[in-house]
Nanobody
Framework: VQLQASGGGLVQAGDSLRLSCAAS????????MGWFRQAPGKDREFVAQ???????YLADSVKGRFSISRDYATNKLTLQMNSLSPDDTAIYYC?????????????????WGQGTLVTVSS
């Protein structure tokens, strides 16, 4: 499975941005897709995920501001980010793994995209 993330950029605080991730290859193996992010000097952290069938799990830090959706026909994942703040500045990574059973815990990630940079200025 190959993952290609896109949509990052420079925005101002309060703005919105939409990230996309296109999956290709053996996509029938993909159970859950999601996003992680890594800010400068910090560890990678979980953002959101959506399981095959629609169950979602979002980090507390983004609940109410971010939403995640998945198009099964096109194998595309979308992260809609609203009310962005400078704390959301990070490289955002698309990830997927083989788990099909929904769990309220971050996915482990069997496959990873290359990352897309989101910078939020104050």
């Amino acid at each position: 499975v190959q993952l290609q993330a896109s949509g990052g950029g420079l925005v101002q605080a309060g703005d919105s941005l939409r990230l996309s991730c296109a999956a290709s290859g053996r996509t029938s193996s993909v159970g859950v897709m999601g996003w992680f992010r890594q800010a400068p000097g910090k560890d990678r952290e979980f953002v959101a995920q959506v399981f095959y069938g629609g169950s979602q799990y979002l980090a507390d830090s983004v609940k109410g501001r971010f939403s995640i959706s998945r198009d099964y026909a096109t194998n595309k994942l979308t992260l809609q980010m609203n009310s962005l703040s400078p704390d959301d500045t990070a490289i955002y990574y698309c990830a997927a793994d083989r788990r099909f059973t929904p769990v309220s815990a971050p996915m482990r990630g069997d496959w990873w995209g290359q990352g897309t940079l989101v910078t939020v200025s104050s």
